[in-house]
């Protein structure tokens, strides 16, 4: 590039944040360790999630398997189809996670039993309590070694209350400032300037100035935490930063949500510049998943492809939502037919579901923030809202295996 993504001041605050954590090699390596599911087990084992984890152990036991639907239906998969990975998003922490595996243990009765996806996302923010008291732990633990997804996306929002300590340490590892104020509790947060309505800024993504440095040191002691190595991004300052500072951290992943407004072709290849920037030695990106934006056609986003395919880039699949809640769009979006067109032609697609659209309490944008009280006291309604939005996941998955499309699932959810 003519001009750098990153200055030489950018370069040296993010490579000190880096060095006070520990290292690139530290960092991985207590990755690594955190996703071991005995390590997990025994450290939830002296929190209050302990119980929550051994009955899912229970519980997974009696979850449907994909098999004998297709050997129901005489399901083969026919040759130049692509390949459909599954996608929920709203697993709103141990409660709700625990909640939707019940209703997913109990629909093995019904006439469509419920199948793990082989993706999930989370967008429940970092706070001091859900980070270290064993939630997000607890979490990873039933989807990640339980249900067995391949992965499991957490969000990290800038906005978010913490200890004033946090802020502190940062800015002596940077030698950068950050503009803060009281948020009460004794907790400090970044004053976000252009957050004139809650979603007018989505919750506190604003990174303006050196916020970037916030993001990294939430993700990065998040997963020094917990072992969550995969995290959604919340704009173009930030991708830049997460692909410079995970280039030699292999197991640290991001994803890019379609609020960033990645609707066409141009801005994808803004993405694939900057992932090319920082590319690491295998080809792959920190970037190892990209949610295309709700008005891509199905031809766009096959043209993503063939482009992504081109770039050499290695590691990289591209989502799209089919069903998405009325507050994040127009209320009869509806891309499942989209979604055959890009798999019949041989494109792989994660197909994702924010909603099943059926106007359900709590299946909206506003329940991803609830006030950690309260998303306990609705864990029982959240969690049956995901719980729908598998249900209807598993439906067009099974659609799409009718037509010879192969679809990938959660291992708990195959023999």
């Known amino acids: 590039m003519r001009f750098k993504l990153l200055s030489a001041r950018d370069v040296e605050a993010i490579d000190a944040l880096k060095h006070s954590h520990g290292g690139s090699r530290e960092i ?40 004998d639907f297709e050997e129901q239906k005489g ?64 979490t990873l633990a039933m989807a990640e070694n339980i249900m067995g997804v391949d992965w499991f996306c957490t969000t990290n929002l800038i906005g978010t209350p913490l200890p004033e300590k946090r802020f502190k340490d940062v800015e002596r590892a940077t030698g950068v400032r950050f503009e803060t104020e009281p948020a009460g509790d004794g907790l400090v947060q970044l004053i976000l300037k252009n957050q004139g309505t809650f979603f007018g800024n989505f919750g506190g993504i604003e990174v303006a100035n050196d916020n970037h440095l916030i993001y990294l040191d939430g993700i990065t002691r998040a997963t020094k935490t917990t072992g969550a190595n995969f995290f959604l991004n919340p704009s173009w300052s930030s991708i830049i930063a997460a692909c410079y500072y995970g280039r030699d951290i292999p197991n640290l992943y991001i994803k890019i949500s379609m609020l960033l407004s990645t609707q066409n072709l141009m801005q994808f290849r803004m993405l694939l510049n900057i992932m090319h920037e920082y590319l690491r030695d295998d080809m792959t990106s920190p970037i190892r998943e990209i949610n295309i934006g ?51 032609s041989g494109c792989d697609l994660t197909f994702k579901y924010e909603s099943d659209c059926q106007g359900r309490e709590f299946d909206t944008m506003e329940a991803y923030f609830l006030p950690e009280e309260e998303r306990k006291g609705h864990a029982t309604e959240i969690g049956d809202v995901i719980y729908y939005k598998t249900l209807q996941c598993t439906r067009h998955a099974r659609e799409y295996m009718k037509r010879g499309i192969p679809v990938n699932f959660g291992r708990s959810s195959r023999r």
């Open 28 to 67: 991985s390596k207590t990755i690594d360790s955190k996703r071991d599911y005995g390590t997990r087990r025994r450290i939830l084992a002296e929190t209050e999630y302990g119980e929550m984890v051994q009955d899912a152990e229970e519980l997974v036991k009696g979850f449907a398997k994909v098999e």
């Open 75 to 138: 399901i083969t998969c026919k040759e130049g189809m692509g390949t459909a990975i599954s996608q929920v998003s709203g697993f709103q922490g141990a409660r709700v996670t625990h909640q939707c595996m019940k209703r997913i243990a109990d629909s093995v009765s019904g006439e469509v039993p419920a199948l793990v996806p082989a993706e999930m996302i989370s967008v429940v923010a970092l706070t001091e309590e859900y980070v270290y008291n064993g939630n997000l732990m607890a």
């Open 294 to 344: 709700n008005g891509v056609s199905a031809e766009n986003f096959i043209r993503c492809i063939e482009e992504l395919e081109e770039s050499g880039i290695e590691g990289l699949s591209l989502a799209a939502h089919i069903l998405i809640n009325p507050d994040l769009g127009r209320a009869d979006f509806d891309w499942f037919e989209d979604s055959l067109k890009v798999l019949e």
